[in-house]
């Protein structure tokens, strides 16, 4: 007897709900999970009494089963989807889930999944990391499998919208990775050329009196790979605190750097250790044929040199050094050609240092007349309320001839 003779023998004798649930025994043993989800469904619908022949929208269903019925799809779909997840089909697993709203099954399971060595995990990553699932496990496996060019691809995207936490853990591996291809590369050279394996750990130390690593316009690893972990890695921060990443240094590539903490430079926090790790890759790119160079915009013009004093900041190896450096930037930027940028990006670095006030100063000496333009950096009245100092929201506001900004200077004086 084949499946349909038992099925309308067993509904002929036993009646309409032992029918229904032989299907649903036959469907399970058969793995057809698919129409098991739509046999689940047909068994909530005669259970409410209704008819069992689905139309697709429910809108034959009376008033009064429509929270059952509901009720019975959310069931039925974590049934469905509990059963591909233990059958290790995560995109089918989860198709049901995203129904649902309840990402933390399948983020688990992407978490203990091992793809095989030729998987395709394109449809894993997309679940991962497109799909905001784990996107910190979706991005290991795109530079586990596709490598540092995809990765810094995905990550330059623009498309990357995703808390604090991930994007700086995205910017460490690129990082660690970065450094550690970089430090193999430079002392396989080493034993080469010289005949033995170098004892130093550091790339500074590794560079130590080997001008000859350099000779003939040579480098060790991808310059543009290079350059932009680089440029990434100033969004890192070394405090714990992830605050919402919104203002960049580097305007025209789009990444954010973290909003200021209030903490000073130097704590070692989050990524304290990826910012060393990155200055030692700025010692080798200071290093490099100026052929490899990239030229940017101030106050990066400098690419290497200017990108390490930055950071200097934020790891607290040079805060007043670092500072000064940018201070001059901003003082030196004709607004006529270069603009404020130099000066936005001061104010930027100050905040995330812990240092509104010396901000403000800044911003009031280099951005005053800058008005209404949109800027990378807070605006004056955003520092202002921040430092709580309305006497200069006044001040800037009479200069600015904004009558709202200076009475609402002037009250808030009043009331500070």
Same mark, same amino acid.
């Given at each position: 007897?084949?499946?349909?003779?038992?099925?309308?023998?067993?509904?002929?004798?036993?009646?309409?709900?032992?029918?229904?649930?032989?299907?649903?025994?036959? *469907?399970?043993?058969?793995?057809?999970?698919?129409?098991? !989800? @739509?046999?689940?469904?047909?068994?909530?619908?005669?259970?409410?009494?209704?008819?069992?022949?689905?139309?697709?929208?429910?809108?034959? *269903?009376?008033?009064?089963?429509?929270?059952?019925?509901?009720?019975?799809?959310?069931?039925?779909?974590?049934?469905?989807?509990? *059963?591909?997840?233990?059958?290790?089909?995560?995109?089918?697993?989860?198709?049901?889930?995203?129904?649902?709203?309840?990402?933390?099954?399948?983020?688990?399971?992407?978490?203990? @999944?091992?793809?095989?060595?030729?998987?395709?995990?394109?449809?894993?990553?997309?679940?991962? !990391?497109?799909?905001?699932?784990?996107?910190?496990?979706?991005?290991?496996?795109?530079?586990?499998?596709?490598?540092?060019?995809?990765?810094?691809?995905?990550?330059?995207?623009?498309?990357?919208?995703?808390?604090?936490?991930?994007?700086?853990?995205?910017?460490?591996?690129?990082? &660690?990775?970065?450094?550690?291809?970089?430090?193999?590369?430079?002392?396989?050279?080493?034993?080469?050329?010289?005949? !033995?394996?170098?004892?130093?750990?550091?790339?500074?130390?590794?560079?130590?009196?080997?001008?000859?690593?350099?000779?003939?316009?040579?480098?060790?690893?991808?310059?543009?790979?290079?350059?932009?972990?680089?440029?990434?890695?100033?969004?890192?921060?070394?405090?714990?605190?992830?605050?919402?990443?919104?203002?960049?240094?580097?305007?025209? +590539?789009? &990444?954010?750097?973290?909003?200021?903490?209030?903490?000073?430079?130097?704590?070692?926090?989050?990524?304290?250790?990826?910012?060393?790790?990155?200055?030692?890759?700025?010692?080798?790119?200071?290093n490099l044929s100026p052929r490899f160079k990239f030229q940017g915009d101030p106050p990066f013009e400098n690419? @290497? &040199?200017?990108?390490?004093?930055?950071?200097?900041?934020?790891?607290?190896?040079?805060?007043?050094?670092?500072?000064?450096?940018?201070?001059?930037?901003?003082?030196?930027?004709?607004?006529?050609?270069?603009?404020? @940028?130099?000066?936005?990006? *001061?104010?930027?670095?100050?905040?995330?240092?812990?240092?509104?006030?010396?901000?403000?100063a800044v911003a009031r000496k280099h951005l005053a007349k800058a008005g209404d333009m949109r800027l990378?950096?807070?605006?004056?009245?955003?520092?202002?309320?921040?430092?709580?100092?309305?006497?200069?929201?006044?001040?800037?506001?009479?200069? +600015?001839?904004?009558?709202?900004?200076?009475?609402?200077?002037?009250?808030?004086?009043?009331?500070?």
């Amino acid at each position: 007897m084949n499946l349909y003779d038992e099925l309308e023998k067993t509904v002929a004798t036993q009646g309409p709900e032992a029918g229904i649930n032989r299907l649903i025994t036959e *469907l399970r043993e058969q793995k057809n999970y698919g129409s098991l !989800f @739509y046999a689940l469904l047909m068994k909530k619908r005669h259970e409410l009494g209704v008819s069992p022949v689905a139309t697709g929208t429910n809108q034959d *269903l009376p008033a009064a089963a429509h929270q059952g019925f509901e009720e019975g799809i959310r069931e039925a779909a974590r049934t469905v989807g509990q *059963l591909y997840l233990t059958e290790g089909n995560l995109p089918a697993a989860w198709a049901y889930f995203r129904m649902l709203g309840e990402n933390e099954p399948v983020r688990q399971a992407l978490d203990k @999944y091992q793809p095989g060595a030729e998987e395709d995990v394109h449809p894993l990553i997309d679940i991962a !990391f497109h799909q905001g699932v784990h996107p910190k496990k979706g991005f290991d496996w795109i530079l586990g499998r596709y490598g540092t060019c995809s990765a810094i691809t995905t990550m330059g995207g623009g498309e990357v919208p995703f808390p604090p936490d991930v994007k700086a853990y995205c910017i460490e591996r690129l990082v &660690h990775t970065l450094h550690e291809e970089l430090t193999e590369r430079l002392k396989a050279e080493i034993q080469r050329v010289q005949g !033995f394996q170098p004892t130093g750990k550091s790339i500074p130390e590794l560079l130590a009196g080997r001008d000859w690593l350099f000779a003939d316009d040579c480098y060790h690893i991808d310059i543009s790979h290079l350059s932009s972990v680089v440029q990434m890695s100033m969004q890192l921060d070394t405090n714990a605190d992830t605050s919402p990443r919104d203002a960049s240094p580097l305007r025209e +590539q789009g &990444h954010g750097l973290p909003s200021p903490t209030g903490r000073g430079a130097g704590g070692e926090g989050n990524s304290a250790v990826e910012l060393k790790l990155a200055r030692e890759l700025c010692a080798y790119g200071k290093n490099l044929s100026p052929r490899f160079k990239f030229q940017g915009d101030p106050p990066f013009e400098n690419h @290497y &040199h200017d990108f390490d004093m930055y950071l200097a900041v934020l790891t607290g190896d040079d805060v007043d050094g670092g500072l000064a450096h940018f201070r001059q930037k901003a003082e030196e930027a004709d607004p006529e050609t270069i603009g404020t @940028y130099p000066a936005e990006v *001061l104010v930027n670095l100050l905040l995330r240092i812990g240092r509104p006030k010396d901000a403000l100063a800044v911003a009031r000496k280099h951005l005053a007349k800058a008005g209404d333009m949109r800027l990378s950096c807070p605006s004056i009245v955003d520092l202002c309320q921040q430092t709580g100092d309305f006497q200069t929201l006044a001040e800037v506001a009479l200069e +600015q001839s904004n009558p709202v900004n200076y009475v609402a200077g002037l009250i808030a004086q009043r009331g500070a």
